[in-house]
């Protein structure tokens, strides 16, 4: 762990939260906060400023090497991947996470439906033309385990195809990480009760509306076909080069928190340093005095 984060953790969420052997959904407390040694929302407030600058510089770090380097930096870029049920939260991680960067190094794709040009083609169609850039970081709103959970939950797809589609993921991430991209996945994991009560505020809060989906309510009710959905995908696609960590998002601060910890861990291990310049510093600077 970095030096700044390390003060607010007791435990590294690398580890904590990571996908392994033997792992088990069920097993996650949404309402948990492994590894945070703060435990009050007030401490998390002050790990997540404090973490701000260092994020912004570290994403500045790589996009300046890409813009700045012959080889655009050796290519590399970063991919987070957010997967949950609804309102876990995602939209909160893209605001208050990724928000605090710079807009023009990110690149965002919501994921929604297929349209009939998408489906004209392999799943992975749509998902390959919007990977990041070098320098970039991506954030995929929902992914392409889109085409393993709801074609899953609602036989959208025969059995021995879905079953395909984790190798097929596999090799497609593999491919992504060889070409130099690092990529976090993210699953935040929340209690049926508390989408529940988040479903509820929509609908009690006018200012809310807009995100309430009707549909939402019919997907709830396959809560539990979602979630050994989820466990297969998880257990078929953590691998070394690409793991899972499922953050639990019952106190959105924490899963706020987690996520930006992760991307934070991401950017340090590519050890990125300042492109140097492309022109002699101390003639640049005589012609300008000389102004």
């Given at each position: 762990?970095?030096?700044?984060?390390?003060?607010?953790?007791?435990?590294?969420?690398?580890?904590?939260?990571r996908?392994?052997p033997?792992?088990?959904?069920?097993?996650?407390d949404?309402?948990?906060?492994?590894?945070?040694?703060?435990?009050?929302?007030?401490?998390?407030?002050?790990?997540?400023?404090?973490?701000?600058?260092?994020?912004?510089?570290?994403?500045e770090?790589?996009?300046a090497?890409?813009?700045a380097?012959?080889?655009?930096?050796g290519?590399?870029?970063v991919?987070?991947?957010?997967q949950a049920?609804?309102?876990?939260g995602?939209?909160?991680?893209v605001?208050?996470?990724?928000?605090?960067?710079?807009?023009?190094?990110?690149?965002l794709?919501?994921?929604k439906a297929?349209?009939?040009?998408?489906?004209?083609h392999?799943?992975?169609?749509?998902?390959?033309?919007?990977?990041?850039?070098p320098?970039?970081?991506?954030?995929?709103?929902?992914?392409?385990?889109?085409d393993?959970?709801?074609?899953?939950?609602?036989?959208?797809?025969?059995?021995?195809?879905?079953?395909?589609?984790?190798?097929?993921?596999?090799?497609?991430?593999?491919?992504?990480?060889?070409?130099?991209?690092?990529?976090v996945?993210?699953?935040?994991?929340?209690s049926s009760?508390?989408?529940?009560e988040?479903?509820?505020?929509?609908?009690e809060?006018?200012?809310?509306?807009?995100?309430?989906?009707?549909?939402?309510?019919?997907?709830r009710?396959?809560?539990?076909?979602?979630?050994t959905?989820?466990?297969?995908?998880?257990e078929?696609?953590?691998?070394?080069?690409?793991?899972?960590?499922?953050?639990?998002?019952g106190?959105?601060?924490?899963?706020?928190?987690?996520?930006?910890?992760?991307?934070?861990?991401a950017?340090?291990?590519?050890d990125?340093?300042?492109?140097?310049?492309a022109?002699?510093?101390?003639?640049?600077?005589?012609?300008?005095?000389?102004?």
């Open positions: 762990m970095s030096g700044l984060n390390q003060k607010f953790w007791d435990s590294d969420p690398i580890e904590t939260l996908v392994g033997g792992f088990r959904l069920a097993s996650v949404p309402d948990a906060t492994p590894g945070f040694d703060g435990v009050v929302k007030k401490n998390a407030d002050k790990a997540l400023a404090s973490g701000v600058g260092l994020l912004d510089s570290l994403q770090k790589l996009y090497n890409s813009r380097s012959a080889d655009d930096g290519g590399r870029k991919l987070l991947v957010l049920m609804d309102t876990a995602k939209g909160g991680i605001r208050h996470v990724v928000g605090s960067v710079d807009p023009q190094g990110v690149r794709t919501a994921f297929p349209t009939a040009e998408e489906r004209a392999d799943f992975l169609w749509r998902v390959r033309s919007r990977v990041p850039g320098g970039l970081i991506g954030v995929f709103d929902r992914s392409h385990y889109e393993v959970l709801i074609a899953r939950v609602h036989e959208l797809a025969p059995a021995e195809e879905i079953e395909a589609r984790y190798g097929q993921i596999r090799q497609f991430e593999q491919d992504l990480v060889d070409d130099g991209t690092t990529i996945k993210v699953m935040l994991q929340i009760a508390d989408q529940k988040r479903l509820l505020e929509r609908l809060r006018p200012d809310k509306h807009w995100k309430y989906n009707p549909g939402d309510v019919d997907e009710m396959r809560w539990a076909d979602y979630q959905a989820y466990q297969l995908a998880l078929r696609t953590s691998t070394p080069d690409a793991p899972w960590f499922v953050v639990p998002a106190k959105k601060w924490y899963a706020r928190l987690a996520v930006q910890h992760l991307l934070i861990d950017l340090e291990r590519l990125l340093d300042w492109p140097p310049a022109f002699d510093v101390d003639a640049e600077k005589a012609r300008l005095a000389a102004t």
